[in-house]
């Protein structure tokens, strides 16, 4: 086994695949990276998930598992359920936490598993409208999310016009529908929750308060937003968003002294055996150890005060770019941002979503079509989402973003360009895009200018892979 062939580098057993990574790396280096749930992790958490620690299975808790030869596995997990504690200011008595969901979408679904009963009632912001698929989505015709298939979803939505979470027609539409668990928590919405709020409609209920923090659990451990862990009794998240931390996911459930009866007798919080019992042996198996490990190292980054500037730029830059974009005439839902992310609406640019995220991305700038509050199709979205999480990672700062918004404008216009000429059918702007050679020296001309741009900016991670 340990043959030059199967044991060597990837670069002299595989250069094969090596080649792709390597292409994959450049991309990266050379685009201006604005999905808002991604962002460029460090070289701890990269050297925590090729560790060693991938080999061992260590099913079960801490101390109690299913395989002998975990003593250092037990460490490590840990230490990682400690920090994830310790970032979040949360005290050992007062909650708990489980660090083992593969992923965000897991960790939601193992709550609900744990906490409500089968075709239990759970409420969440609607897909469309900002939320997360795992909240509940379905459609007219199909039950989307495994969450709507094995439990009664019921979403809550955005006032059209202001584009705000409509909290009275929450409280009303709960009030109904006796929901079991309801969600506090974002995919795509540009303004801090009111956790005060969803906790009063919860307790009007009988209802768990659950957050979701996936998109916004850096700016949380930073301390520079609204917390959820305030009023919340369990709070899920994923740890590469804004945290950049390793591709994981993370639950916090509340333990101890829930409350005292009117008889006098102490009521006590029971999700722990709940939560950890969902996650295994309900729905996974062994613990990924290596993502455990780098959730460690994630969580001590986000104690320093270099983690709390970053954040505190993060939201900067998230702030100019709306300002810039408003100031180039495009409209920004809800009318600006409190967090990393800015969604566009194009209606007023003559753009759909689809397009105006089809010219950035020829240009090398990567973000995603997005519904807006008032679109009518799910299907046809007329806006885009921006996030500044990853650039605030390479080092931009507001006069780079200035920059960056100046890019934008001068694609959309491009793309309303090929518009005047292409009529509104997306096909037709397409075959543009594709047969005018005068204007893809146009969109040429602009992505090199932006990815000579971006490549002044560094990447964290392994120099060339
Ligand atoms: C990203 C996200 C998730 C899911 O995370 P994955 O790691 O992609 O499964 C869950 N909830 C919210 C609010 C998210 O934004």
């Not at 995919?187 to 923090?213: P, Q, T, V």
């Not at 199709?377 to 100046?406: H, M, Q, W, Y």
């Not at 793309?415 to 020296?441: C, H, M, W």
């Not at 992505?447 to 392994?462: Q, W």
């Amino acid at each position: 086994m340990n043959s030059k062939l199967l044991n060597g580098n990837i670069w002299d057993t595989d250069p094969e695949l090596f080649d792709i990574i390597k292409k994959e790396k450049a991309r990266q280096a050379s685009g201006l990276e604005m999905i808002a749930s991604e962002n460029f992790t460090s070289i701890p958490v990269l050297q925590c998930l090729s560790s060693c620690l991938h080999n061992k299975y260590s099913e079960g808790m801490p101390n109690q598992r299913y395989y002998g030869g975990n003593e250092f596995i037990d460490e490590i997990e840990i230490m990682a359920q400690k920090r994830s504690l310790e970032a979040y200011r949360l005290k050992e008595d007062e909650w708990g936490v489980n660090v083992q969901p593969y992923s965000g979408s897991p960790a939601n679904f193992a709550v609900y598993t744990g906490v409500v009963e089968p075709h239990g009632r759970i409420m969440g912001l609607d897909l469309p409208d900002g939320g997360h698929l795992t909240h509940g989505f379905f459609t007219a015709t199909k039950k989307i999310s495994a969450t709507s298939i094995f439990f009664e979803s019921m979403p809550y939505k955005v006032d059209p016009k202001t584009g705000l979470i409509d909290y009275d027609k929450l409280a009303e539409t709960a009030r109904l529908f006796k929901p079991k668990l309801i969600i506090a928590g974002i995919s795509c919405y540009s303004r801090c929750l009111d956790y005060k709020r969803f906790r009063e409609i919860a307790n009007e209920n009988g209802a768990i308060l659950m957050g979701d923090m996936a998109h916004i659990s850096g700016l949380v451990a930073a301390g520079v937003i609204p917390s959820p862990f305030e009023y919340c009794d369990i709070v899920t998240t994923t740890t590469h968003k804004t945290l950049r931390g390793p591709r994981a996911g993370i639950i916090f459930f509340r333990k101890g002294l829930k409350t005292v009866n009117a008889k006098g007798e102490k009521i006590m919080y029971d999700f722990e055996n709940k939560i950890n019992q969902s996650v295994f042996p309900g729905l996974q198996g062994g613990p990924h150890n290596h993502a455990i490990a780098a959730i460690a190292t994630a969580m001590k980054q986000a104690t320093l005060p270099e983690f709390v500037e970053y954040q505190k730029q993060v939201i900067k830059n998230a702030q100019r770019l709306c300002e810039g974009l408003k100031s180039f005439g495009y409209d920004i839902a809800t009318g600006g941002t409190d967090v990393h992310i800015v969604l566009v609406d194009m209606r007023n640019a003559g753009l759909s979503g689809a397009r105006a995220e089809r010219i950035l991305e020829l240009c090398s700038i990567a973000c995603n079509k997005n519904t807006v509050p008032g679109d009518k199709s799910a299907l046809n979205p007329s806006g885009i989402r921006l996030g500044t999480p990853a650039l605030t990672t390479r080092g931009l700062k507001e006069t780079d973003i200035d920059n960056v918004v100046k890019y934008i404008d001068r694609a959309l216009k491009l793309a309303q360009e090929i518009t005047k000429i292409s009529g509104p059918k997306l096909a037709d702007f397409n075959k543009i895009i594709e047969t005018d050679d005068a204007i893809q020296k146009k969109i040429n001309a602009l992505k090199d200018e932006i990815e000579n741009f971006s490549r002044t900016f560094p990447l964290p991670g392994y120099d060339n892979y």
